[in-house]
C-alpha cells in the first residue's frame, strides 16, 4: 500500500475502521495469538495492543507495504511477515483469531475460495476469523471508481457464506453497514488523495457522519464473523 501522504496508524478512528475494530469481540483479542492479512499501515494493531492481544503478526503481500507499519510500531508483541493471503506461510492451528479488512476484492480473481481455506487451515480450532470487503450493492459498485476502472469486486452475503462453508467455517454474523456517507467517502478519498494529493476533504463532517451512518444497516461494506469448529 503506497504511503503517498506519509500518513501515520491511529487510535482515533471513524467509520469502518472505528466499526471494524469494535466489531471483533473481546474475547477473541485478550490474551490472544492474532493474524492481520493486509495491515495496513497498523490501525488495527494499535487497537488490539491496547485491548491485551498477546501476540499479533501483521502481513502484508510485499516488503514495502510493511513500510509505514515498521516504521511506526516498535512493540515486541507485534511481528511483521510477508505474506500471500492464498498461500500463507504459516502451520496449522497457529493462530486464536484472523482478521482481514479489505483485502478479499484486491487478491486474484477466483482465488477467494483458496484464501478461505487456508485461514480455517492457520486457526485453532474455535477460532475466530473476521472479515470486511465491499458489498455487492448496484450503488456501491456505481459509485466506486475502481469498480469501473480496474474490476474492483463486490460480493454477496451469499458467495460469502459460500467461501466459508467450503473452508469448513461457520458464519456466526453476516450483515452490510454503510450507506451515503460510506460512498461519498471513497469519492472524497479517491479525489483528495489521488488528485490533490492530501487528506480528505471535510473530515471533521464526514467523521461525525460516518459514525453516525455505522450504527445502523447498510448498503456497502459486508461484516462476516466464523468460527471454526463451532
Known sequence: MKNILLEKPS?????RLKFSVAFVDDQAVKGKKIL?????????????LNRG???IVASEVTEGDLETIKSNIKNSRVKFQVADATKLPF????????????????????????????????????????????FASW???LFDPAWWLIKHRHY???KLRQFSHQAGLTVNKLFVKGVQWEILYALNMYFS???LRRRPLFQKLFNHQLDVEYQHPGLSTVFLKCSKGK
Open 91 to 134: 502451520a496449522n492451528s497457529s493462530f486464536d483469531t484472523v482478521v482481514c479488512w479489505e483485502v478479499l476484492e484486491h487478491i486474484p480473481p477466483k482465488t477467494e475460495e483458496t484464501m478461505f481455506r487456508e485461514v480455517s487451515r492457520v486457526l485453532k480450532p474455535g477460532g475466530r476469523f473476521y472479515l470486511s470487503t465491499p
Open 53 to 55: 492481544a498477546k501476540a
Open 36 to 48: 492481520d492479512i493486509g495491515c495496513g499501515y497498523g490501525w488495527c494493531e494499535l487497537n488490539f
Open 11 to 15: 487510535t482515533d478512528l471513524h467509520g
Open 156 to 158: 454477496s452475503l451469499e
Open 193 to 195: 488523495k489521488w488528485v
Open 139 to 141: 450503488p456501491s459498485k
